[in-house]
């Protein structure tokens, strides 16, 4: 698996071997969202839940994020991790915080803010609402700031849950990205062109 673009584009991630041992965001998608999001990443904070291998942490910081976190309950693919993340410390001097824990806990734990969220968590999982409703209730994202939730399009989700309110929406094959803002935000300024996209 490699970084789609930015400054570490083509580099090598690892992920442990064995079947489902980690699902990876596909290639595809995540060039594309990443695509979407551009300028908007540089100097911005970014959360990575669900981790897995790290990579959607590693490209934030690969297109321009400068406070990236990740966290993962996995704790068996914390050295693998860590192996991947070192990358961004060695190569640009960004060090990546990473978090082994539930992703629940540590969204009730949490005590700052992100300009961006990427959720990730494996498609048979039935919370995802509920945690999109405690990013809201919680305040975990900045004034302005998006909370991306990556998901199998069977199970689309409603336009609005809790406080926040859907501003876009992705279809990658059999997966969907759907973009999140505070209701009482203005929409992120997406690249219009990039839209509907349909991989």
């Known amino acids: 698996m490699r970084i789609t673009g930015g400054l570490l584009k083509g580099r090598i ?7 489902m041992a980690i699902r990876p965001a596909m290639d595809k998608m995540r060039e594309s969202v990443f695509s979407i999001l551009g300028s908007s990443l ?33 704790r068996a693919k914390a050295k693998i991790i860590f192996k991947n993340v070192a990358i961004t410390e060695e190569e640009l001097g960004i060090k990546i915080d990473c978090h082994f824990m539930a992703v629940e806990l540590y969204l009730k ?3 700052r803010q ?35 939730v990556h998901y ?12 926040l309110h859907r501003v876009d929406r992705r279809t990658y094959g059999r997966s969907i990205v759907d973009f ?17 996209d349909n991989i």
């Open 13 to 19: 991630i690892d992920f442990p071997a064995g079947k």
């Open 114 to 148: 992100f300009d961006f969220i990427f959720m990730d968590p494996p498609f048979p999982y039935k919370y995802r609402r509920e945690l999109i409703k405690t990013v809201g209730e919680r305040s975990l994202l900045k004034k302005g700031g998006t909370l991306l």
């Open 42 to 74: 540089d100097g911005a904070s970014f959360l990575d839940l669900f981790s897995g291998s790290g990579t959607i942490a590693i490209e934030a910081v690969s297109h321009g994020a400068t406070d990236v976190s990740l966290c993962e309950m996995d």
């Open 180 to 196: 999140f803002k505070f209701s009482d935000n203005s929409e992120i300024n997406l690249d219009k062109s990039a839209q509907n």
């Open 152 to 163: 199998p399009r069977e199970d689309l989700l409603e336009d609005d849950i809790g406080a």
């Open 109 to 111: 734990r949490c005590q």
